[in-house]
């Protein structure tokens, strides 16, 4: 209280006018701030040295699992850690040492099935690629790369999953996702009460460790509100019922909740990471625009069944040209757009007739747009590529962009068979091109510094490694490709996905 009053006598202002007035005011105030944020300075400062921070966010404030159980667990000899038996019909089986020798490094990937390399599997995914990679460019080093790849996983189930890995002496993530955030059915309801601005704020406050664990606190206790959607320990997704494609309706509400859902799982993988001080590699995925119709079709609600006859009379006439009159067909199937802008089946032929053209930015933009309009939407959206560049330049992240790398070595610059074997899985190439950039990233972080003439050893060693694969391998990766075509066009409505991952190749291993 004495220092109080001694400060109020040097900094009150007294009878001056004028500037010198002006600048004893702004002292008095200044001096008072001092005075009152100095303790909250000082307990900020004994958290951060003494007390570990939390790891963000520790809830999901959207969903939660019934029964989770780990992905890994130790074997019978207690000396690895293996794939849970349990997890083994998403997942592939994968194991590590569970005490790290010196001169390891180990390498997680987390996402869908695309990482695990469907519609074949591990053994041509980009994990297997890199590895090789890393063998050829370090032979000295123990590269440990594990694929954490579950099928049908959205970025929401990764976030437990790297909670878990971060206790298994990680030195570098590897996060592919964004294909398979619309699978699973949420409730987005209470998203509409949650401010943008408010979430932001959240979001940076989570920075300062007094908040910090302030959250941590409330969360602990219970005074979080419980997400509104519970969900199973393994993936059921809507095209699993016999619904299926029925069960997909436009709903605006439900499509924003599950891109900002997406961006929070992005950025929560990100700061556990970061905090952890474990490096990590976002991927940006690519998505098969011009090869690959939309899943669902579907005219606007409001639409009246005059315009819609007035669409299909339109569609129909334009089908009955055929590629003998491109011009007239375009005009035909704009005037159907201007009736109906959002229908992704006029889009998407929109897309094939400029690209019949040759007008291929054109075409880029329908088939974009196609993509945006599904009312199934099995391929990542624009606002969610939007979001993986976005957090990787703010939260300073590598980048690969397999979407750019798809585009850039197109002909025609629109991503499709060339490179995708589907709607999002990569050939056995694009796998290929992934592992290559994958490793370039890790280069210029210098985590993995390559010896002169390293490509040949690794040209050699991915020529044994797909020699070491039987015709087995290959057929039940086609018939795989089939039955997940028909699945994706909910043909297929139970489940898919309790079967063999596939083959075992017959030689050597491609990790060290």
Not at 39 to 53: G, K, N, T, W, Y
Not at 421 to 432: A, K, M, R, S, W
Request: proline share 6%; net charge positive.
């Amino acid at each position: 209280m004495k220092r109080m009053r001694w400060l109020v006598r040097i900094f009150r202002p007294r009878a001056t006018t004028g500037p010198r007035r002006r600048r004893r005011t702004v002292l008095f105030h200044a001096g008072a701030a001092v005075v009152v944020l100095c303790p909250l300075v000082l307990v900020e400062l004994v958290l951060r040295f003494f007390v570990p921070a939390p790891p963000g966010d520790l809830e999901d404030p959207y969903v939660s699992f019934s029964g989770l159980r780990p992905l890994f667990v130790l074997d019978a000899t207690g000396a690895r850690y293996e794939i849970a038996p349990e997890r083994l019909a998403a997942f592939r089986p994968q194991s590590f040492a569970a005490v790290k020798q010196p001169g390891t490094f180990r390498v997680f990937c987390l996402g869908g099935s695309t990482v695990q390399g469907r519609p074949y599997s591990v053994e041509t995914s980009f994990t297997t690629w890199l590895a090789l990679n890393l063998r050829a460019a370090r032979p000295e080093t123990t590269w440990e790369v594990v694929n954490c790849g579950g099928i049908s996983y959205a970025s929401y189930r990764l976030v437990p999953i790297l909670r878990e890995l971060l206790t298994y002496e990680p030195d570098l993530f590897i996060l592919y996702t964004g294909q398979n955030e619309f699978l699973e059915d949420r409730e987005y309801g209470r998203l509409k009460r949650a401010p943008t601005a408010l979430v932001r704020l959240h979001r940076a406050m989570l920075n300062v460790r007094t908040y910090a664990l302030a959250n941590q606190w409330f969360a602990d206790r219970g005074a979080v509100k419980p997400p509104a959607t519970v969900l199973p320990a393994e993936v059921r997704t809507k095209l699993d019922y016999e619904e299926a494609l029925r069960a997909y309706k436009r709903d605006e509400v439900w499509r924003q909740g599950v891109i900002a859902h997406f961006r929070r799982n992005v950025e929560a993988m990100a700061r556990l990471a970061r905090q952890a001080g474990v490096p990590l590699i976002l991927v940006n995925p690519a998505s098969n625009l011009k090869d690959c119709p939309p899943f669902k079709p579907e005219f606007q609600a409001d639409l009246s069944e005059a315009d819609m006859r007035r669409i299909m009379g339109l569609w129909t006439k334009a089908e009955e040209l055929g590629w003998s009159d491109v011009y007239g067909k375009i005009a035909l199937l704009e005037q159907a757009v201007r009736i109906d802008e959002r229908h992704a089946g006029l889009l998407y032929l929109l897309g094939n007739c400029y690209e019949h053209l040759g007008r291929f930015a054109e075409a880029k933009n329908w088939f974009v747009r196609a993509k945006e309009e599904d009312v199934c939407p099995l391929r990542i959206l624009e606002p969610m590529h939007e979001v993986i560049v976005e957090v990787a330049g703010r939260k300073r992240v590598p980048l690969v962009d397999f979407k750019a790398l798809v585009e850039n070595r197109t002909a025609d610059g629109i991503g499709g068979r060339e490179w995708l074997l589907d709607h999002v899985h990569p050939t056995i190439e694009g796998h290929q091109l992934i592992a290559d950039a994958l490793h370039e990233a890790m280069e210029k972080m210098d985590v993995a510094p390559s010896l002169d003439g390293w490509r040949r050893h690794r040209d050699e060693l991915w020529r044994r490694h797909l020699s070491s694969l039987n015709k087995a391998y290959y057929a039940q990766g086609t018939a795989r490709l089939q039955r997940l075509r028909q699945w994706s066009r909910g043909h297929i409505p139970r489940d898919h996905r309790v079967e063999s991952g596939g083959t075992q190749p017959t030689g050597e291993s491609p990790q060290r």
